[in-house]
């Protein structure tokens, strides 16, 4: 084991510069609630840790005319207790609030849960869902990519060298929409999806779904934004009919994995089953909002 | 290997310490400031016997490294009691019988503390959903259930 510095700036340029020029392998530290245990573990064994927790852009959260943006370090809890946040994307608080315990909500950040890049992790189908964008800031200055480019793979993410993913965008929502995230796991609490389903959709006066995103997770190598399924509820009222096409295309886009929580043939049942019940949930929250 | 000097409030009090870059706030805790009340079960956040609270957030200190914490305010059950006079979760939890081994009963009960704290009124599941981070091998959880809804009760007269 080598010598690790551990360097906390107060903005986002000397953070990208210390990353930018670490000469081994260098990390981001968020909340910790993965880097930690990785390291722990001798997954990761980084020379540089960049704490970005003193930096604030990435740790407040901003409403303006209906827009939210809040930073990639702010931890979950803090997100669950902001009621306007809460009451504006109930479906992205419904996935912030399933990581973890109380103490590791604390801790876990939005911004650490994708950057992580597992297929499984709980905000990032919501988010997906909702047509959240990332301000992503490195060497070459800041980009705006929508949440679903991030992740590539299992513990693989599109930022190059020095990139931080400074803060999350959430554009103003029309009247009538709603949003809900559900995920199945084998116990009640403290454990991993085995499936995960963010619905976000509107509906207009007469009550027809004008605009769908259906996201789902942890059933291919990275969260899945599935257009077919949204197409399925689009122009419908979100009856039952809809609602059995818009599973059958989430069913038809999973590639899961076999693994000791759930088998292929039971993921991609339930994958339908639960974009089912949280797009039922969405359009009660929708239908509340007029 | 250089170290990191950190200046921080531990349970009220100005604390100094060195740490090496990879300890955990837990290891500092334990190790170098010798409060050896926090306890560690797992050291990968799924047991809550480290829970502490820094500046006022319930956290497990096994997933926070001493050096983050330059500047913050850092509760631990050593905080608790105030001199010989136990805080009223400690003295429902010896009424109630709601420890065994006491493995797990100073982050249960830095966790309840920072759940009052917010919730004087706590319902049955939400105390049980409070305190879903923190495993007990030995109690069943009912005893712990009551002790911290009946200090709550006794609080809330108080
Ligand atoms: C007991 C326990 C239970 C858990 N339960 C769940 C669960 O139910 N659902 C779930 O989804 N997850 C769960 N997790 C995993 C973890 O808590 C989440 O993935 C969390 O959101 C990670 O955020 P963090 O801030 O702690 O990330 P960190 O550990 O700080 O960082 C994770 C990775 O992302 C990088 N990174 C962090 N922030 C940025 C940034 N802004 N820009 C670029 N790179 C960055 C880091 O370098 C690191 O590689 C659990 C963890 C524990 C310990
Ligand atoms: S020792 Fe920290 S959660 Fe178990
Ligand atoms: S009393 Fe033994 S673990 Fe809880």
């Known amino acids: 084991m080598h010598e690790m510095r551990y360097e906390a700036p107060k903005t986002l340029a000397a953070a990208v510069s210390l990353l930018a020029g670490a000469s081994g392998q260098a990390r981001v530290l968020a909340g910790g609630t993965d880097l930690l245990i990785q390291m722990r573990g001798g997954r990761v064994d980084p020379e540089l840790l960049v704490d970005i927790k003193g930096i604030p852009e990435m740790t407040s959260i901003v409403a303006e005319n209906g827009v939210f943006r809040f930073g990639a370090a702010v931890p979950c809890m803090e997100l669950v207790e902001h009621e306007a946040f809460a009451k504006a994307w109930p479906g992205v608080t419904d996935g912030a609030n399933l990581i973890g315990s109380i103490q590791v909500r604390g801790r876990a950040t939005a911004g650490g849960n994708l950057c992580n890049a597992s297929p499984a992790a709980d905000t990032v189908p919501a988010l997906i869902a909702a047509g959240a964008t990332v301000s992503v800031v490195g060497p070459k200055g800041r980009r705006e990519v929508p949440v679903e480019d991030i992740a590539t793979g299992p513990g693989k993410t599109s930022l190059a060298r020095g990139e931080i993913v400074a803060s999350f965008l959430l554009p103003r929502r029309p009247p009538r929409s709603g949003d809900a995230y559900l995920r199945f796991i084998p116990r009640t609490e403290m454990d991993i999806a085995v499936v995960g389903a963010g619905i976000n959709l509107t509906l207009d006066e007469s009550g027809v779904c004008s605009q769908a995103r259906v996201c789902i997770g942890a059933v291919a190598e990275r969260a899945l934004l599935v257009r077919e399924a949204a197409a399925a509820l689009i122009g419908t009222k979100v009856d039952a009919e809809a609602l059995q096409r818009m599973a059958a295309a989430v069913s038809a886009a999973c590639r899961p994995i076999d693994d000791k929580r759930g088998t292929k043939e039971y993921r991609i049942k339930v994958a339908g089953v639960m974009a089912r019940r949280a797009a039922q949930i969405a359009l009660d929250r929708a239908r509340r909002k007029n | ?158």
């Open chain 2, 1 to 158: 290997m250089a170290k990191v000097h950190v200046t921080a409030t531990l349970n009220g009090n100005a604390v100094e310490f060195l740490c090496e870059t990879r300890q955990t706030l837990l290891q500092i805790l334990r190790d170098e400031l010798h409060l050896t009340g926090t306890k560690e079960g797992c050291g990968t956040g799924d047991c809550g016997a480290c829970s502490v609270t820094v500046d006022g957030r319930l956290m497990c200190s096994c997933l926070i490294l001493g050096a983050e914490m330059q500047g913050k305010s850092i509760q631990t059950i050593e905080g608790m009691a105030d001199g010989e006079k136990l805080h009223p979760l400690q003295r429902k939890f010896l009424e109630h019988a709601a420890l065994q081994c006491g493995v797990c009963t100073p982050g249960v009960l830095v966790a309840a503390k920072s759940l009052l704290e917010r919730n004087p009124d706590p319902t049955e599941e939400e105390v049980r959903y409070w305190l879903a981070g923190n495993l007990c091998r030995c109690t069943g959880y009912n005893k712990i259930i009551e002790a911290v809804l009946d200090a709550a009760s006794e609080m809330r007269r108080a």
